[in-house]
């Protein structure tokens, strides 16, 4: 060994020493501080080290595009892009949701009791639940269909929702055995969480028809706005609300055809206000239940809208005197008061649908049902 290889050497060795006494120093000076032995010292910086390096490689891993096995071994994947070209269901599901809700309702409304409530609450939903429970409380005094529409053998499947957003919704048509006026059916689904139930059940009025809606194998579009339609849902209904008020207010052109069921609301409202002139004011209001409208696209461009108004008979009875309701068959039931002395309110859902033309025209009635669900009197 020549002279510079062992100076080399030597210098080496001197170096190591010297690195080892200053580690050595640093960690024994650590540990005291900490009041920890040196060993266990060593072992939290090795795990702290540790998960640092971890950290570092699993932000590197995911931060580069073009590691894709690497995300998929990691199961880190983008959110997949909800469809809106398909239909929410199939066919088959729609009609089995169908089977539910209408054997639901029948078995809510031909009964009485607990099971009866909650099938009926199975059944329906929001005004819907509202009038069907009015429907089975006032069934003594109010006339029934011969055979119901929920009995039907054989319901027609008219729509479907189109993409995987909410609310979703089904649309379908019952014809009455016995030949009664057929029967348009709303089922709405809010959110993932909850089921599809019936938001109204509402016979046509002749001689209207329902025009065709896309193919069930694509779904149809909600109408969220009146973005081609010659009037938006919401103003069809507001407008045909304000146009039934008694007594009668000046509005603005209408956007809707004349109608029997708005005629006969009026002259209701006219003859009850005769009635009772001599005993009582009467008043008549109807307010659209904003969370009812929906607006479900037709192949041709037009809609099909619903929605529910609420409306409200009030008398205030004049000074000395009072107004029977012996008459009013519902009123009794509902209240217990045959003699009002100071005021009284009826409370009737109306259930209505419109086909609304594209671009322009007159929206149309298609069906329209009322049910009175509530009373009050003193």
């Given at each position: 060994?020549?002279?510079?290889?062992?100076?080399?050497?030597?210098?080496?060795?001197?170096?190591?020493?010297?690195?080892?006494?200053?580690?050595?120093?640093?960690?024994?000076q650590?540990?005291?501080?900490?009041?920890?032995?040196?060993?266990?010292?060593?072992?939290?910086?090795?795990?702290?080290?540790?998960?640092v390096?971890?950290?570092?490689?699993?932000?590197?891993?995911?931060?580069?595009?073009?590691?894709?096995?690497?995300?998929?071994?990691?199961?880190?994947?983008?959110?997949?892009?909800?469809?809106?070209?398909?239909?929410?269901?199939?066919?088959?599901?729609?009609?089995?949701?169908?089977?539910?809700?209408?054997?639901?309702?029948?078995?809510?409304?031909?009964?009485?009791?607990?099971?009866?409530?909650?099938?009926?609450?199975?059944?329906?939903?929001?005004?819907?639940?509202?009038?069907?429970?009015?429907?089975?409380?006032?069934?003594?005094?109010?006339?029934?269909?011969?055979?119901?529409?929920?009995?039907?053998?054989?319901?027609?499947?008219?729509?479907?929702?189109?993409?995987?957003?909410?609310?979703?919704?089904i649309?379908?048509?019952?014809?009455?055995?016995?030949?009664?006026?057929?029967?348009?059916?709303?089922?709405?689904?809010?959110?993932?969480?909850?089921?599809?139930?019936?938001?109204?059940?509402?016979?046509?009025?002749?001689?209207?028809?329902?025009?065709?809606?896309d193919?069930?194998?694509?779904?149809?579009?909600?109408?969220?706005?009146?973005?081609?339609?010659?009037?938006?849902?919401?103003?069809?209904?507001?407008?045909?609300?304000?146009?039934?008020?008694?007594?009668?207010?000046?509005?603005?052109?209408?956007?809707?055809?004349?109608?029997?069921?708005?005629?006969?609301?009026?002259?209701?409202?006219?003859?009850?206000?005769?009635?009772?002139a001599?005993?009582?004011?009467?008043?008549?209001?109807?307010t659209?239940?904003?969370?009812?409208?929906?607006?479900?696209?037709?192949?041709?461009?037009?809609?099909?809208?619903?929605?529910?108004?609420?409306?409200?008979d009030?008398?205030?009875?004049?000074?000395?005197?009072?107004?029977?309701?012996?008459?009013?068959?519902?009123?009794?039931?509902?209240?217990?008061?045959?003699?009002?002395?100071?005021?009284?309110?009826?409370?009737?859902?109306?259930?209505?649908?419109?086909?609304?033309?594209?671009?322009?025209?007159?929206?149309?009635?298609?069906?329209?049902?009322?049910?009175?669900?509530?009373?009050?009197g003193?």
């Amino acid at each position: 060994m020549t002279r510079r290889e062992v100076i080399t050497r030597g210098a080496a060795a001197l170096r190591a020493r010297c690195g080892d006494l200053v580690r050595t120093d640093v960690i024994t000076q650590g540990a005291s501080a900490l009041r920890l032995r040196r060993d266990d010292l060593t072992r939290v910086v090795r795990v702290l080290v540790g998960c640092v390096v971890c950290l570092v490689c699993a932000a590197v891993i995911v931060s580069v595009p073009g590691w894709a096995a690497t995300h998929a071994l990691l199961g880190i994947h983008q959110a997949p892009t909800a469809s809106t070209t398909s239909p929410a269901l199939s066919v088959d599901q729609a009609k089995k949701i169908l089977a539910r809700a209408f054997t639901a309702a029948y078995l809510g409304e031909s009964s009485t009791g607990p099971a009866a409530q909650a099938q009926l609450r199975t059944a329906y939903t929001n005004e819907g639940l509202r009038g069907a429970n009015g429907r089975v409380r006032l069934a003594s005094v109010q006339p029934a269909a011969a055979t119901s529409p929920l009995l039907a053998p054989d319901p027609k499947l008219l729509a479907v929702s189109r993409g995987f957003g909410f609310p979703r919704f089904i649309v379908a048509q019952t014809v009455p055995s016995d030949g009664g006026l057929p029967v348009l059916h709303l089922l709405v689904s809010p959110d993932v969480a909850t089921p599809y139930r019936i938001t109204m059940s509402v016979e046509m009025v002749p001689p209207a028809t329902v025009e065709l809606f896309d193919p069930l194998s694509k779904g149809s579009p909600l109408v969220t706005d009146g973005t081609g339609l010659a009037v938006a849902p919401a103003t069809l209904l507001s407008r045909y609300a304000a146009q039934m008020v008694f007594p009668a207010k000046a509005v603005l052109k209408a956007p809707f055809d004349a109608d029997s069921f708005s005629g006969q609301v009026r002259a209701g409202a006219a003859g009850v206000a005769a009635a009772v002139a001599s005993q009582a004011t009467f008043t008549q209001v109807h307010t659209v239940v904003p969370s009812s409208v929906y607006g479900v696209r037709q192949a041709g461009g037009g809609a099909l809208v619903f929605g529910v108004l609420v409306r409200t008979d009030s008398f205030a009875v004049k000074a000395d005197q009072n107004v029977s309701t012996v008459g009013n068959k519902a009123f009794v039931l509902l209240t217990g008061k045959k003699l009002i002395t100071k005021a009284a309110s009826i409370t009737t859902l109306e259930f209505v649908t419109f086909a609304v033309p594209r671009s322009t025209g007159q929206a149309t009635l298609v069906a329209a049902r009322e049910q009175i669900v509530a009373g009050s009197g003193s």
